[in-house]
Structures are given as C-alpha cells and as structure tokens.
C-alpha cells in the first residue's frame, strides 16, 4: 500500500505530552518526515529521519519509529503547538512520495 | 534568505492549461530536487511530482500523470508545472518544496503557494 494513515484529530492538555502516529507499508522501509501546518500558513518541517530538528525546532518535538508505524511525540503541549499535523515519507516503490492523512492537534 | 515564490494560480476553466512557476533563490538551485505539493480547500496535502536536481528522474501522482508536466531551468533558478486538461478536482493551493538529500530528502522549504481554481 502507498497510503499513509493518521488518526484525524487528538487533544492534549496544556503542558501534557501527544503521539501522533502514522501507519504505513513504506515506513519499514523509509523514515518519515513531519510537517506543522497553521491555518493561512505553508507547512513547516519539524522532524526528519530517525529524530532530527531542523534548527529552529523546539525541543518538545521528537521523533519515533516501530514497524510499519511512525510516532511524532509533543512533551509538553503549548497553545502555539495547535496545529495540523502530517507525515510523509516515499511510497513502497520509492519513486514516490505521500503525506499522510493528517491530524488536528487542539490544546485544550 | 532561502526563499520560493509561487506565480501562476487563477481561475481557469475546465479542460483549459495553466503553467506554475516557482522563483527560488538564497541556495544553489541546481544543487536540489524540487516537488510540488497541492492542498485543496480545507483538505490535507497531496504530492503533485517531483524532479531530481538536473532532470533526469521525475515522478508524478497518479492522478495527475499524463496531464501535468514538471520541468526545471537551472539557469533561471525556476521550477514550472505545466497543468493541461485541469478538472474541478485540480482546484487546489499548489506549493513548490525544495528537498534536502542530507535531511532524507525531507521538503525542508516550501513557498507560500499559489491558488488555481478550475470552473466554469
């Protein structure tokens, strides 16, 4: 399968800790990348590889990876983290790439 | 500063053409693959195609295969994307990202996108 799924929304108490996950064939075989999107803005890189931030990036964004499962963690939610959230990596055939479905974090 | 300008957007009728551009500038352009990436209102994102650094490997999404053509001039720092036979399904916020082999090929710079709209 090229799809990469995500559970479309998640909430999170303010200074608790969110997995978003994201599940996909491709991803035993490649690392996935992460992107925040706010609304009216482009998406931003916020992990890469096996757990990597650009600069810029706070520490509270990290990165996993299990299986055909990949994990962005946020460890201690602020009110700037609400956002969209999506995956991408290449698709089984790695010719390709594919984001993820998405996933709407609200911190409550 | 690393920057990438989208033009080209508007609204277009069905079957019509449209061709994106996309300005990079602040890195050596010819150094990096470029894709794009859509986004239609209220949707998620969705990988258009990409092009290696001196064109030699290209790809595109299934939906838009054969209808859209990807192409780079390394001397004018441009990305274009040639849209023929656009469909109501094409309308969509397009963005240009540039892809960074020492970061897995993550989309480290995206533009700020531009609007193509596709009714009658």
């Known amino acids: 399968s090229s799809e990469l799924t995500q559970d479309p929304a998640v909430s999170v108490a303010l200074g608790q800790t969110v997995r978003i996950t994201c599940q996909g064939d491709s991803l035993r075989s490649y690392y996935a990348s992460w992107y925040q999107q706010k609304p009216g803005q482009a998406p931003v890189l916020v992990i890469y590889?096996?757990?990597n931030r650009p600069s810029g990036i706070p520490d509270r964004f990290s990165g996993s990876s299990s299986g055909n499962t990949a994990s962005l963690t946020i460890t201690g939610a602020q009110a700037e983290d609400e956002a969209d959230y999506y995956c991408?990596?290449?698709?089984?055939?790695?010719?390709?790439?594919?984001f993820g479905t998405g996933t709407k974090v609200t911190v409550l | 500063e690393v920057q990438l300008v989208e033009s080209g957007g508007g609204l277009v009728q069905p079957g019509r053409s449209l061709r994106l551009s996309c300005a990079a500038s602040?890195?050596?352009?010819?150094?990096?693959?470029m894709h794009w990436v859509r986004q239609a209102p209220g949707k998620g994102l969705e990988w258009v195609s990409g092009?290696?650094?001196?064109?030699?490997?290209?790809g595109y999404a299934d939906s838009v295969k054969g209808r859209f053509t990807i192409s780079r001039d390394n001397a004018k720092n441009s990305l274009y994307l040639q849209m023929n036979s656009l469909r109501a399904e094409d309308t969509a916020l397009y963005y240009c990202?540039?892809?960074?082999?020492?970061?897995?090929?993550?989309?480290?710079?995206w533009g700020q996108g531009t609007m193509v709209t596709v009714s009658s």
């Open positions: 990202a540039k892809v960074d082999p020492l970061r897995f090929d993550a989309f480290d710079i």
């Open positions: 590889g096996k757990n």
């Open positions: 092009i290696s650094w001196n064109s030699g490997s290209i």
């Open positions: 991408n990596s290449r698709d089984s055939s790695g010719t390709h790439r594919v």
């Open positions: 602040g890195f050596t352009f010819d150094d990096y693959a």
